[in-house]
Structures are given as structure tokens and as C-alpha cells.
């Protein structure tokens, strides 16, 4: 059975790209969510901490979750030939 992405890798650079799938999109969706309710209920100018805090958080888990269901990341200058 052949493995489906959630998150293909970028043509260029490291990292991913784009979600490939609905539940790549369902994070990604998740996690600018949760940037947008993070910055209405702790404004970064009055809490600093408690949003860069969960900037953070939100960010490590989405990283986490693309290299659990992305494409191995590797450097990439284009098209593989």
C-alpha cells in the first residue's frame, strides 16, 4: 500500500509545502486558528509571554505533526530527475 502525505515537501529548500490532504488541512487550519484566538485573548502587546508561549506550543506541534505525516524532508533544488 503506498504511503499517503499529509504535507508534501517544497520543490525548493527544506521543509513542506502545503497541505496534500484534507487532514493536512485540518491542522493547518487548526493551528492558524489557534494563532488568531491566541492573539485576541492575549494581546501580544499587554502578555508577551503567555503568546510568544503559545506561538511556540502551536508551532512545535504543527513541525511535529508534518514530520509524522510529510514527506521526509531533504534539501531540494527543483525537480528530481
Same mark, same amino acid.
Given at each position: 500500500?503506498?504511503?499517503?502525505?499529509?504535507?508534501?515537501?517544497?520543490?525548493?529548500?527544506?521543509?513542506?509545502?502545503?497541505?496534500?490532504?484534507?487532514? *493536512?488541512?485540518? &491542522?493547518?487550519?487548526?493551528?492558524?486558528?489557534? =494563532?488568531? /484566538? +491566541?492573539?485576541?485573548?492575549?494581546? %501580544?502587546? @499587554?502578555?508577551?509571554?503567555?503568546? *510568544?508561549?503559545? &506561538?511556540?506550543?502551536?508551532?512545535?506541534?504543527? =513541525?511535529? /505533526? +508534518?514530520?509524522?505525516?510529510?514527506? %521526509?524532508? @531533504?534539501?531540494?533544488?527543483?525537480?528530481?530527475?
Amino acid at each position: 500500500m503506498k504511503q499517503r502525505y499529509w504535507f508534501y515537501a517544497k520543490q525548493y529548500g527544506w521543509g513542506w509545502g502545503l497541505p496534500a490532504t484534507w487532514e *493536512g488541512w485540518c &491542522v493547518m487550519g487548526s493551528y492558524i486558528m489557534t =494563532l488568531f /484566538v +491566541a492573539s485576541i485573548c492575549m494581546p %501580544p502587546h @499587554r502578555l508577551p509571554f503567555e503568546f *510568544g508561549s503559545t &506561538v511556540t506550543v502551536a508551532t512545535v506541534l504543527l =513541525l511535529a /505533526v +508534518a514530520w509524522k505525516t510529510g514527506e %521526509p524532508p @531533504r534539501w531540494r533544488w527543483g525537480k528530481d530527475t
